[in-house]
Nanobody
Framework: EVQLVESGGGLVPAGGSLRLSCAAS????????IGWFRQAPGKEREGVSC????????YYADSVKGRFTISSDNAKNTVYLQMNSLKPEDTAVYYC????????????????WGQGTLVTVSS
């Protein structure tokens, strides 16, 4: 079964840190660009970060640049999102997604989506 499973969400005070994990199974992980997206209540989904399958290039939204770091462990078929200096506005459900033909910004069609993990940052 082709799937992505996120974990690591939770409640954290402002200024704290969390590390999200996205474990892939059922497809050739290294062929795909993997990205993190988030959706806050009442808001549209937005791209947060992405890592390219072809050369490991990374992309960050301006809102998280300098605070979040995306990384990939190909041996574990897992992509991580290290989130530091969290702000209340980072509160959202975080999803990971994979695209075979996506670029380093995870542009284009993303075939596989996880179920999401909730991150809540208290003020």
């Amino acid at each position: 079964e082709v799937q992505l499973v996120e974990s690591g969400g939770g409640l954290v005070p402002a200024g704290g840190s969390l590390r999200l994990s996205c474990a892939a199974s059922g497809f050739t992980f290294v062929d795909y660009s993997i990205g993190w997206f988030r959706q806050a209540p009442g808001k549209e989904r937005e791209g947060v970060s992405c890592i390219s399958s072809s050369d490991g290039s990374t992309y960050y939204a301006d809102s998280v640049k300098g605070r979040f770091t995306i990384s990939s462990d190909n041996a574990k078929n897992t992509v991580y999102l290290q989130m530091n200096s969290l702000k209340p506005e980072d509160t959202a459900v975080y999803y990971c997604a994979a695209g075979l033909y996506s670029d380093y910004k995870c542009s284009g069609y993303l075939e596989v989506w996880g179920q999401g993990t909730l991150v809540t940052v208290s003020s």
